[in-house]
C-alpha cells in the first residue's frame, strides 16, 4: 500500500467512525411522526432511492407539500459537501430516532 493509498483509506475510515457516531452516540432522539417534523430536525436519510441503503445523518433545512399530499424534505447530509443537499420524499427518512432542534445534548 501506498501512503496516499493508506491516508485515503484512513479518512474514509475516520468519517465512517464520525457518522457512526453521529448516528449511535447523538443526544437523546425520539420517535417522530411527518407531522412533528420541522426545520432543523436531524435524523437518518437513505441516500439512495434505489434498493440499496444507506442511512446518513442529516438535517432539513425546508419542508414542502406536495400535490399528492405527501412532503418532501430538502436535507443537508452531515459532513458532506452541500452540492449534495437534495429533496427526498418522506419515505426515505427514518423517523424512529430524530433530534429536535434546540434538544439539549446529553
Known amino acids: 500500500w501506498s501512503n496516499r493509498t493508506l491516508k485515503q483509506k484512513s479518512k474514509v475510515t475516520n468519517k465512517q467512525e464520525k457518522c457512526h457516531q453521529l448516528i449511535f452516540e447523538a443526544p437523546e432522539r425520539r420517535r417522530a411522526t411527518l407531522v412533528t417534523l420541522k426545520e ?48 427526498v420524499d418522506q419515505d426515505r427518512l427514518d423517523l424512529s430516532a430524530v433530534e429536535f432542534p434546540g434538544q439539549v445534548k446529553s
Open 40 to 87: 432543523g430536525c436531524k435524523l437518518r436519510v437513505n441516500r439512495f432511492r434505489s434498493e440499496r441503503t444507506e442511512w446518513t445523518p442529516a438535517e432539513i433545512l425546508s419542508i414542502r407539500d406536495c400535490k399528492e399530499g405527501t412532503k418532501q424534505f430538502y436535507i443537508h447530509y452531515v459532513d458532506f459537501n452541500k452540492r449534495l443537499d437534495e429533496w
